[in-house]
């Protein structure tokens, strides 16, 4: 069960990334493809610090620092592959 739900999530989460990187794919509904991208990387962003805020409440500081060095790492890793993105479709054009 649980590889029927990965091969699901992939299938979904890498069909957005080539749809929103794609000219053949209308505009609306690349835009829709971003946002839902968008989404999900802001959705486990916020779920990290989340975690950094309860793990700081609890007194356990060197856990907190794992979370604020990952989400720094995702965030970094968010830019940086949107950016290479955007270079790329923009040298296409």
């Known amino acids: 069960m649980g590889f029927l739900l990965e091969l699901l999530f992939d299938l979904i989460i890498e069909g957005s990334v080539e749809g929103a990187s794609s000219n053949k794919v209308p ?11 968008l989404g999900i990387c802001g959705f486990f962003v916020i779920l990290l610090i989340a975690a950094t805020v309860i793990s700081v409440n609890e007194g356990n500081i060197p856990l907190a620092l794992l979370f604020i060095a990952t989400d720094i790492l995702m965030v970094t890793g968010i830019i940086w592959k949107s950016r290479q993105i955007y270079i790329k479709h923009k040298n296409v054009r």
Request: without cysteine; positive net charge; proline residues 0%.
């Open 27 to 37: 505009k609306i509904i690349r835009y829709i493809l971003i946002a839902f991208l």
